[in-house]
Every structure is written in structure tokens, then in C-alpha cells.
């Protein structure tokens, strides 16, 4: 049972700062790690959520079950790549596959503006079903809310995903030890600018689409293959910089990565630098980053670069004990710095 005790929002961080919402605290940075950690956290305390995992795991009788859940806010609807309908499934599907779980069955809640046209729900429904269809999963159960005209934007979508695990790791944060390879996928950046490039209007000479992708596939091999994995993390919100220090902290570990191993397509950094952006925070929906034995590098580049979602995978870097918490990065000049979290808003309403 847990404790019946009053909500007392005195919480480490000074609320006070920021008496309203910004759209910063969605981020995936800084502030939105302080609202999670000093209203969320302390609202719902439990041993499950401060594992800070993209699921939960639940033991119900002697079964392992993820349970996940993600709301999808993407302005615009549709994207090169994708559209809010498919990235609403992949999203859910991903968190599940983090925590090693293959997914058993989605629901969705639509919340829709009233005017929205009948033609774009439909399509946006549809992408989903194909979407579900790719991952290999129902979506069983549903709800549609609408509101008034002008107090939503056209379509928000929430999933909830539940999965089951059938192995004996614990793949989560907590997991990551000293001397642990961590392995990226594939290039990064390319969700955020598929997504700003709309939004602006802006043409680039080469075609930048949207990486988003259902990951359970890839995931279910290395599992499969027996390697030692003790933590995966999507790369969404925040992108690789905001995972790796998330996972740092909560491993209480030092990781550091060469910048030299990171995958980022010459049209995606020229893009970046034109915007004003940095690929290690942009965000993607089909990338994500493995902390393995180390021992296991080779076997697990090996399954990666055996499936088209993990085709140019690297190991990017290690984990140590040295400076606990904390990331760095060895730039491509040879020079150290420390990589931190965004503390506002780079990339608004990306997913
Ligand atoms: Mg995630």
C-alpha cells in the first residue's frame, strides 16, 4: 500500500522560478528533468518510476510486463517519413523495445479540435494501423475526446503500450556499469530537421526525411543473440547528448564518446549549422543507443549492421567510474569537453 499522504510540492528545484509552463518543460533538457524530478517524482513516488526507464517493469505472478505510455503533439501532422499517426505507434513501441519488451497490444486516445477535416483523421488513422501492422502489434482499445474549435490543433494522440519481457536481464540505467561499449545505430538529426524543414519552409538540394521507425525488430535479434545488454535508450526528445547524460546520472557513471564515431549525414550538419543547431540535441524516432559488455562489442556491431535499421551502428564510446554523472566528448579537433542537457527549448512540438 502506498503511504496516504498529502502532495506537498516543496521539491529540490525552485518552482517559484517558474510559476508557468513554458514549452521548454517539454523539451527533453534541463527544465524538463526539473519538473519531472520536483513535481512528478514527488507527486507519485514509487520504485518503479524513479528508475527513470522509457518503461515500466512490473513482475505480475512470475511474468516480466513493460508498460509505456507517450503523448504525440508533432506540428506539423505530416512529414517527410511520417506523420503524427505512425510516429504515435513507433514512439510507444520503442519505449517498450528499451526495456527489452516486445510489444503485446497499444491503446489510443485521440484528443481532436472541432473543424478538424474528417480526410485527415482518416489518413492519420490509417498511417497507424499500417504503422501497428510494420511492429506487429494491435492497437485493442481506444478513446476520442473532442474539444473546441480553436482549443486544441487539429489532432494530439496519446499511446499507451504494454509489452512482455521473456528474458533475465535488467536493461535499464541503473544496469550500466564500468567498462561498458556503447553502440548508436545509425546517424542522427535527421527527425528534427525533417520536421523544422516543413515548418520553415525551408528546401535543402538533398531530400531529408524523417528517421522514424518501429526498433522492436532489431532489438528482438540482440536479444535473441544472447548478448549482455544492460541498457538501450531512444533518441528522441533532447537526442543523444540529453540521453547519455540522463543515463550517467541515474547509473551514477562517467561515459565518454568520440565525436569522430558519431554518424551525422554532411545534409543534416549542413542544415544544423544553418539553423543554429547542434545534431548531438536534435531529435530522432528511430535511433538509439545500447550499453553492452564490452566484451560483446563485436557480436553486437555484427546483428546491428545485419539490419537496415542498424546498418551504419558504431560504438561511440565507454563507460567508467572516474568523474561519476557526468559525459564527455572528444571533439573531432582532439579536444575534451563535457557534453551537458539543453536548458530551453531547441526544437518545439517535435513528437
Ligand atoms: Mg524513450
Do not use: W
Not at 523495445?97 to 474528417?118: C, W
Not at 527527425?191 to 521507425?213: K, P
Not at 545500447?290 to 557480436?299: C, P, S, Y
Amino acid at each position: 500500500m502506498s503511504e496516504n499522504k498529502e502532495f506537498n510540492p516543496s521539491c529540490p528545484i525552485s518552482i517559484s522560478d517558474y510559476p508557468n509552463v513554458l514549452l521548454a518543460h517539454g523539451s527533453g533538457g534541463t527544465l524538463m528533468n526539473q519538473l519531472i524530478d520536483g513535481v512528478f517524482k514527488i507527486a507519485f513516488k514509487n520504485k518503479e518510476l524513479h528508475k527513470s526507464h522509457d518503461a515500466a517493469v512490473l513482475n505480475i505472478d512470475s511474468s516480466k510486463i513493460a508498460i509505456t505510455t507517450d503523448s504525440y503533439v508533432v506540428d506539423p501532422l505530416f512529414f517527410p517519413g511520417g506523420d503524427i499517426g505512425s510516429m504515435a505507434i513507433y514512439g510507444t513501441i520503442n519505449d517498450l523495445a528499451m526495456s527489452g519488451a516486445m510489444p503485446i497490444a497499444l491503446s489510443v486516445g485521440f484528443i481532436l479540435e472541432e473543424g478538424l477535416e474528417m480526410e485527415k483523421l482518416i489518413k492519420v488513422v490509417n498511417s497507424m494501423q499500417v504503422a501497428a501492422n510494420k511492429a506487429g502489434v494491435d492497437i485493442v482499445t481506444g478513446d476520442t475526446k473532442v474539444v473546441d474549435r480553436g482549443k486544441g490543433d487539429g489532432i494530439f494522440i496519446n499511446t499507451t503500450g504494454i509489452g512482455l519481457i521473456k528474458h533475465n536481464m535488467s536493461i535499464e540505467p541503473s544496469s550500466v556499469v564500468d567498462g561498458d561499449a556503447i553502440i548508436i545505430s545509425g546517424d542522427i538529426g535527421r527527425h528534427g530537421i525533417a520536421i523544422m524543414a516543413v515548418r520553415e519552409g525551408l528546401e535543402f538540394s538533398t531530400f531529408i526525411e524523417s528517421d522514424s521507425a518501429p526498433l522492436n525488430g532489431l532489438v528482438s535479434k540482440l536479444i535473441d543473440s544472447k548478448i549482455e545488454i544492460h541498457c538501450m535508450r531512444d533518441l528522441t526528445r533532447g537526442g543523444l547528448a540529453s540521453a547519455l547524460v540522463e543515463i550517467a546520472k541515474t547509473s551514477n557513471s562517467q561515459i565518454t564518446i568520440d565525436e569522430n564515431n558519431i554518424p551525422v549525414r554532411e545534409d543534416v550538419r549542413g542544415a544544423c549549422e544553418i539553423l543554429g543547431f547542434d545534431p548531438m540535441y536534435v531529435a530522432n524516432e528511430g535511433r538509439f543507443i545500447a550499453f553492452v559488455k564490452r566484451d560483446d562489442v563485436n557480436k553486437a556491431l555484427n546483428i546491428f549492421h545485419s539490419d537496415e535499421l542498424g546498418k551504419d551502428a558504431k560504438c561511440i564510446g565507454y563507460v567508467s567510474a572516474d568523474k561519476p554523472g557526468s559525459v564527455t566528448m572528444r571533439s573531432c579537433i582532439g579536444t575534451m569537453r563535457v557534453v551537458d542537457m539543453l536548458s530551453g527549448e531547441q526544437l518545439p512540438r517535435i513528437c
